[in-house]
């Protein structure tokens, strides 16, 4: 692609870049760039909304320009503090290294490792004098830190801040200044971090970097963000079929959104199909993606399967367990099986008529199974369980 061309497709899609005319220029100067990603290992996992500006650093990787994925093991024991409505639990430098392992494992899937310079934030900010982090600190006010909403909502709702929670922001921005950024990249919840080193960079007799920012990605909920914590994820390492049934559960009116941010679908080819049967306009979806993380032969067998259990059948390997013969209330039996975290998820998920045993729909959370026979448990659209009796 040309210069022209990325920067076409990088603002098609981005929030906002800070700014136009700086970008479009370093992308036309001809020499390679040194492009900043940075993530805090909290948890081992990406999902697709981590793909949103992954994708676009692969865009940049093949316009021959390079990739620095910095892993935060030192502002990871910290936590980024976007968007928290209160402090985070602190991990230990082990905690976040080993999560670390996965995530590289995982980048590789988006961008070709040969390619990429992967760095560690603890070498330069592990090193510094306390003297070192005054100067730094001295570099921005209080009344501007605390300009950040989450950071303006928790002051007002009486909720504590800690201390280090607002050095975050210039721990990040320094992270800048060590690597000389030209451009760096993140979601629209990172954009104070980012222009914090925009601005520290001046402060250190650099040129500022660009500032790119892309949407965060809703989760399968439709509501919140995507993420792990809130169930509501497609995670780019889940077993295939895991991915495809996920995939299908994306809401309609966000299809479009997923197709245009996580996968490499022209809209010419989707947004008619959605127009005309939203439905196989899923399949297209979901077969793209698991086609992605994993082989076409995966995506065929996931849309098998899927199929299967929507016509009421069950997939080849089921869960499998074994309890003491003996009689069982429904709910027992959810919980015993593994469908339900708790006995009061497993009533309630009986009483809203989430629950199907050999086929048929149970909503008595009470029912008694004598537990002679084997039991086909279903929950919801997907998850089964097998019990047994022994």
Known sequence: MTPQEVFDVIKRDAIDIYNEEEFLKLLQSGKPLTVKFGADPSRPDLHLGHSVPLKKLRLLQDAGHRIVFLIGDFTG?????????????????????????????????????????????????????????????GKTTLARVLERDDFQKRYHGNQPIGLHELLYPMMQGYDSVALNADIEVGGTDQTFNLLMGRNLQKDYGQKP????????????????KMSKSLDNYIGVDELPDVMFEKCMRV???????????????????????????????????????????????????????????????????????????????????????????????????CKEGGIMVNNERKTDPNEVFAGAEPLLIKRGKGKFARVVFD
């Open 77 to 137: 024991m910290i936590g980024d503090p976007s968007g928290r409505s209160k402090t985070r639990v602190p991990l230990t430098f082990e905690q976040v290294r080993e999560n670390a392992k996965s995530y590289i494992e995982q980048v590789s899937k988006f961008l070709d490792p040969e390619k990429a310079d992967i760095v560690y934030n603890s070498d330069w900010l592990g090193k510094m004098s306390f003297t070192e982090v005054l100067r730094l600190c």
């Open 209 to 224: 970097q660009v500032v790119l920012t892309f949407p965060l990605l809703p989760g399968l909920d439709g509501v919140e």
């Open 251 to 349: 809401p309609d009116a966000l299809l479009d959104d997923y197709f245009r941010l996580t996968t490499d679908v022209e809209p010419e080819t989707f947004r008619p199909l959605m127009q005309n049967d939203v439905r196989a306009a899923h399949f297209m979806y979901a077969e793209a993606v698991v086609t992605m993380y994993h082989n076409a032969d995966a995506a065929s067998h996931g849309r098998d399967r899927y199929n299967a259990v929507a016509a009421g059948g069950a997939p080849d390997a089921v869960a499998e367990v074994s309890l003491p013969k003996g009689e069982y209330p429904l709910w027992k039996l959810v919980a015993d099986a593994g469908l339900a975290v708790s006995g009061s998820e497993a009533r309630r998920l």
